[in-house]
C-alpha cells in the first residue's frame, strides 16, 4: 500500500517525499559538472583538439586480447566479408529498413517487427501520445522559453538545443502512461541470462534530457555518426570490461556476441572521467518523443542499423591497419588489413569524457554514407527508440520548412545503480538543477514555471512517480520474479522509502 499525503491540487504525494529536500541534502554527495551546453558532449562540437591517448591504451588494447590474436584477425576477416553484403542492403532499402508498429499494437507484436528491431536495433512506435497533445507539449515549452529568455542553448546565438530538464511539458511526458507503456514493451526485448539477476524490465526508470527545437536551415547542430553511453569505457577493464559486455567480440566470435543480453551490462561503469558526454545510468534505448512532422533531411535523426555488426567493427578497428592506403583500389579489400603486432593508443573516435565520435576516414568499412540512413517520416507523438550501442547522428543542415522538435527520453530499466542516480536525479529536480550526468550550474533554478512537487503530482500517475524515484516500489505484487523482487527491494531502501 502506497503512503500518500493530500495536497492542496487534490493528488497525491508519498509521505517520504515530505522530507525529500531535507534527505536528499544529506544523501547525496554529488561533484557538480562544470555549466556548459550540448556542445560539451562532442569534441566535433566543443571545438577542442582531439589528442593522442595515454600510452597505457595500447597496454589496454593488448590485454584484451592476449591469447586470441589468430581467432581475432580471423573474426575481423569475416565480419568484413559480411559487411559488405550487409551494407548493400541497408543502401537499397534506405528508410524501410527501420521497423514501424502502432501504439495499439504493442500488446501483439508482429513476428516480423520483432525480428526487425532485434536485428536492426531501432524502432519506430506510432502514435504513442495522441498528435493534439504532443503538439500542446511544444507550445507549452516555447511559452516556458519565452518566460526564461535566459534559457541556456546551442548554438547560443540561434539556439537549437534547450538545457531544459524540468519544464513541465518534459514531466508530463515522461510520465505518460502511454509512454511508460511504450517502454516496457521494447525492454521486453532484452533478456536476463541469470533471471535472478536485480533487474526489472518492467519498472522503467526516468532519465532527465534535454529539449530539441530545430528551425529550418540550421547547419549549427550538424551531429555527425557518433555512440553514446560512454567513449573509451568501451574498452577499459574498469568500464565495460567490468561486465564482459564484449568478450566474445575480444575472444574473435563477434558472430556469438548478444546485444540483448542484460545481466553483464549491470556492472559497467560507462563514466570514469566524470565527463560531460558520459551516462552514469544504464539506458537500454535512447529515444525521443516527437513534436513535429518531421521527414529525412529537415532536421531529423539518422541511425544505423547494423548494430552487432557496427558493434563488433567500431570495437575491433583499433586493432588494425591497413597496408595500402585511401588512394589505392585494394584499400577495402580484407587481405589489405593487418593486425597490429604491437598496439597503438588509438581508439579511433573515442576520447575520454566524451561520447565516441565516427566517420569515414576512421571507420571505411561501415560506409557510412550509405548505412546511415534517415527514419521514416514521423509526426506529433510518435516515439523513435534505438539500441545503447547503435551508431546515430542528425541531419547535417535542415532543410525542410517548419521546424523538428523533439523531447529526448531514453528507456531506462529499473537497477540498483539506475535507482542510485534516480537519488542524486531527484535532488537536481528539487533545487531546479540540471541533472547528475548533464553540464552543471544553476539551470532551471530561478525559471518561472518549472515543475515542482506539486506539479508532479498534478500530472503523474503513481507509476509515473515511481519511474522518477518519488513513490515506493510494490516489490509485493503478485507475478514479480525473484529478480525483479529483489530489485524492487534495494530501489527502495536505496531511495529511502
Not at 516496457?184 to 526508470?205: G, N, R, V, Y
Not at 529537415?298 to 575491433?316: D, F, H, I, Q, W
Not at 591497413?322 to 589505392?328: A, F, I, L, V, W
Amino acid at each position: 500500500m502506497l503512503s500518500l499525503i493530500r495536497t492542496p491540487n487534490r493528488r497525491v504525494l508519498p509521505l517520504a517525499c515530505t522530507a525529500l529536500i531535507v534527505r536528499s541534502a544529506i544523501s547525496t554527495a554529488v561533484t557538480a559538472k562544470p555549466e556548459g551546453d550540448i556542445s560539451s558532449v562532442f569534441v566535433s562540437l566543443s571545438g577542442h583538439d582531439t589528442k593522442p591517448l595515454p600510452q597505457r591504451f595500447a597496454y589496454v588494447k593488448k590485454r584484451l586480447i592476449q591469447g586470441h590474436e589468430d581467432q581475432l584477425r580471423a573474426s575481423w576477416e569475416r565480419l568484413l566479408v559480411d559487411l559488405q553484403e550487409e551494407v548493400k542492403v541497408i543502401a537499397e532499402l534506405g528508410p524501410k529498413v527501420v521497423p514501424q508498429i502502432d501504439y495499439r499494437n504493442i500488446k501483439d507484436c508482429s513476428a516480423e517487427f520483432e525480428k526487425e528491431f532485434k536485428k536492426r536495433g531501432v524502432g519506430l512506435i506510432r502514435g504513442v501520445v495522441p498528435e493534439a497533445e504532443a503538439l500542446r507539449l511544444k507550445e507549452d515549452i516555447r511559452q516556458y522559453v519565452r518566460s526564461n529568455p535566459h534559457t541556456k542553448a546551442f548554438p547560443s546565438n540561434d539556439p537549437q538545443v534547450y538545457e531544459l530538464y524540468w519544464s513541465p511539458s518534459q514531466i508530463r511526458a515522461r510520465s505518460h502512461p502511454n509512454l511508460l507503456a511504450a517502454q516496457k514493451f521494447l525492454m521486453s526485448f532484452w533478456h536476463a541470462a541469470d533471471p535472478s539477476a536485480p533487474l526489472s524490465t518492467a519498472h522503467p526508470t526516468t532519465y532527465a534530457d534535454r529539449v530539441r527545437i530545430r528551425n529550418p536551415g540550421d547547419s549549427g547542430f550538424a551531429l555527425g555518426p557518433h555512440v553514446d553511453g560512454g567513449g573509451v569505457e568501451r574498452w577499459e577493464e574498469g568500464g565495460y570490461g567490468l561486465g564482459q559486455v564484449y568478450e566474445r567480440i575480444w575472444e574473435g566470435k563477434w558472430e556469438d556476441y548478444d546485444p540483448w543480453e542484460a545481466c553483464c551490462r549491470l556492472l559497467v561503469k560507462s563514466d570514469l572521467y566524470n565527463g560531460a558526454g558520459a551516462c552514469s545510468m544504464f539506458r537500454m534505448f535512447q529515444g525521443w518523443l516527437s513534436m513535429s512532422t518531421t521527414g529525412p533531411n529537415e532536421g531529423t535523426l539518422l541511425v544505423n542499423p547494423l548494430l552487432s555488426r557496427a558493434t563488433a567493427y567500431y570495437l575491433l578497428r583499433p586493432f588494425f591497419s591497413e597496408k595500402h592506403g585511401p588512394d589505392s583500389a585494394r584499400f577495402l579489400s580484407v587481405d589489405n588489413w593487418q593486425l597490429d603486432v604491437e598496439p597503438t593508443t588509438a581508439l579511433h573516435g573515442a576520447t575520454p569524457s566524451h561520447c565516441q565520435e565516427l566517420n569515414t576516414a576512421l571507420h571505411p568499412h561501415l560506409d557510412l554514407d550509405r548505412t546511415m540512413v534517415h527514419i521514416p517520416t514521423v509526426r506529433p507523438g510518435d516515439y523513435v527508440a534505438w539500441h545503447c550501442d547503435t551508431i546515430h547522428a542528425v541531419d547535417k543542415v535542415h532543410k525542410g520548412k517548419s521546424d523538428a522538435s523533439v523531447l529526448y527520453i531514453p528507456t531506462c530499466p529499473l537497477t540498483e545503480s539506475n535507482a542510485q542516480y534516480l537519488v542524486r536525479q531527484r535532488e537536481a529536480f528539487l533545487h531546479g538543477n540540471p541533472g547528475p550526468d548533464f553540464p552543471g550550474g544553476k539551470g532551471e533554478s530561478e525559471h518561472i514555471g518549472r515543475s515542482t512537487t506539486g506539479h508532479l503530482a498534478e500530472v503523474a500517475q503513481t507509476e509515473g512517480m515511481r519511474a522518477m524515484g518519488m513513490a515506493k516500489w510494490d516489490n509485493h505484487k503478485a507475478g514479480n520474479s525473484l529478480g525483479q523482487k529483489e530489485v524492487l527491494r534495494k530501489a527502495n531502501d536505496i531511495l529511502g522509502f
